[in-house]
């Protein structure tokens, strides 16, 4: 009995003696893998570190010599045949007129306090001792408020001479900085504020102006070294001691000069203004390493801007009824895309509507049309689109081709063709849920719609479907009614991405 306790105890110390040895050899040995981890780790990141210094190094070697005078070319024009300055108006339909006195019937939308609150954009600081050697900037992109660090190497004394010598000079101070830690934050924002490419590249020149306290080379200088190290194709050109920041495009863009190299096109990239026309410009024909992505002008989400809401109403009659609606939206959002590039008319047509028209225009026509045929809804919708809005060419109104999103059809006082068919495309999808077509005329946009059952009137086709010619700014015009310039005339159909009912 005792040798069998002995045994036991024997046992028991030798497999806490095993434990013990076993969790001492795997400390040593993660203890080992810990520090052979560490070493590996920092001869990576010094070897990157090495590898991005020489790659830089030799892109300032290439800039100091590798510049070249070119001719740019002027900006495509989409569409060469003038608008009509004044449209036609189709002979209305009798219905019960409206008795003196009588009262409206009015949709009223009231705005809702959540819909004019949104929480702030909040993202991760930089760790203290990071913040501690930074630069902080308080930043409004569009009334939104922003914090951004950035190291304080970013500033230096602008460039007063523009020329290769000076621009390497600037890549080199740059890549010098610690700028990564900009770059995560600008993304970041990106990430949260719903931002487009065009917008993120805004976002990077907004930073830059307010750096460089609105110094305009050194802004677009910014964005050029950003933009590069965020992985986007883009150089630097000068004309007249003035910095033009070019860019290619997954698609074309219109009323903007650019440059043509190894049969790409680099446009010239604009923020807040119209864009500038320059013949000649002096730039270097290769690209930075691992810099590739053209800048992609797909709207698809409007960005998630601060709201200041602005309200608008509208008036129009439909089969002997006036209605009168208010409109509300968010005017951060007008400044945004006031001088966003004019690019082809599919993305415009494919952009999704912001928060604000989701909740007042949507909402508000919804009970309009709710217990109407689906025929009877698309006329109420069409005549709304017709009439609810005054019409001028975006030459008169703006000085130079502009489309506008339904967001800015509420907002400016005058629309014209393209604008109207963007919104009347995007009512009849989200209130009707029914399949609709872009109508590409010269010098006209319009849209078709795909109804149930037998319908008269003019139609197009594509494939086997058969779309009934809707027009938005033929006054008055029912649907199958086209312009009677454009009866005989075969459109380009533009496709439209479907959406669901809205419920």
Same mark, same amino acid.
């Given at each position: ?51 991005? #210094? ?48 009588? $009262? ?22 930089? !760790? ?7 630069? &902080? ?35 080199? $101070?740059?890549? &010098? ?12 924002? /990106? ?48 004309? #007249? ?10 698609? /074309? ?8 190299? $190894?049969?790409? *096109? ?23 390493? #691992? ?60 952009? *999704? ?12 026509? $919804? ?20 009439? !609810? ?66 319908? &008269? ?19 008055? !015009? ?22 669901? *009912?809205?419920?």
């Amino acid at each position: 009995m005792i040798q069998i306790s002995f045994l036991k105890i024997f046992n028991k110390r030798r497999v806490k003696l095993f434990a013990v040895l076993t969790a001492f050899l795997a400390f040593n040995s993660f203890a080992t893998a810990q520090n052979e981890f560490e070493a590996w780790k920092k001869t990576t990141i010094d070897s990157f570190q090495k590898y991005k #210094d020489e790659r830089d190094g030799e892109f300032v070697k290439f800039l100091k010599q590798r510049w070249v005078e070119f001719q740019t070319s002027k900006g495509f024009v989409r569409d060469k045949t003038p608008k009509p300055e004044k449209i036609p108006v189709a002979a209305p339909k009798s219905f019960k007129p409206i008795i003196p006195g009588e $009262k409206k019937v009015e949709i009223k939308i009231p705005v809702h306090q959540p819909l004019a609150v949104r929480k702030p954009i909040n993202i991760p600081e930089p !760790a203290p001792d990071i913040q501690q050697k930074s630069s &902080r900037l308080g930043l409004l992109f569009h009334n939104t408020p922003l914090t951004i660090y950035f190291d304080a190497d970013f500033q230096f004394k602008p460039i007063d001479n523009i020329n290769q010598k000076s621009i390497s000079a600037f890549w080199d $101070k740059m890549s &010098r900085a610690d700028y990564e830690i900009f770059i995560a934050q600008a993304q970041e924002y /990106k990430n949260r504020l719903q931002l487009n490419d065009w917008g993120y590249h805004y976002l990077l020149y907004e930073t830059g102006k307010h750096i460089y306290q609105g110094n305009r080379n050194m802004t677009y200088l910014f964005v050029w070294f950003m933009a590069s190290k965020s992985g986007y194709e883009s150089r630097v050109g000068y004309a #007249d001691n003035h910095i033009y920041l070019l860019m290619p495009a997954s698609t /074309k863009i219109f009323g903007t000069p650019y440059l043509t190299l $190894k049969g790409k *096109r680099f446009y010239a990239l604009f923020f807040n203004q119209e864009p500038e026309h320059f013949k000649k410009i002096f730039t270097y024909k290769g690209t930075y390493p #691992d810099a590739d992505k053209p800048m992609d002008y797909r709207i698809g989400n409007l960005p998630l801007l601060s709201v200041t809401l602005k309200q608008r109403d509208l008036k129009f009659k439909y089969k002997g009824k006036a209605y009168s609606i208010p409109m509300i939206f968010n005017r951060n959002l007008i400044d945004f895309l006031e001088y966003y590039p004019q690019t082809t008319i599919d993305l415009y047509f494919n952009a *999704r509507v912001s928060p604000e028209i989701e909740h007042s225009l949507i909402k508000g026509l $919804k009970p309009l049309i709710e217990n109407r045929s689906e025929r009877d809804a698309v006329g109420l919708l069409l005549r709304f689109t017709q009439t !609810a809005f005054d019409y001028k060419t975006d030459g008169v109104q703006f000085g130079r081709e502009k489309y506008l999103l339904p967001e800015e059809t509420l907002y400016y006082p005058f629309s014209d063709c393209e604008d109207r068919s963007l919104l009347f495309s995007r009512l009849v999808e989200k209130l009707i849920g029914i399949e609709i077509v872009g109508l590409s005329y010269p010098g006209h946009i319009a849209t078709a719609v795909k109804l149930s059952g037998e319908v &008269r009137g003019d139609f197009v086709t594509d494939g086997n479907v058969r779309y009934i010619i809707c027009d938005p700014t033929y006054i008055n !015009a029912d649907i199958g009614m086209a312009m009677p310039r454009f009866k005989n005339v075969n459109p380009e159909i533009i496709v439209i991405k479907s959406s669901t *009912r809205e419920g």
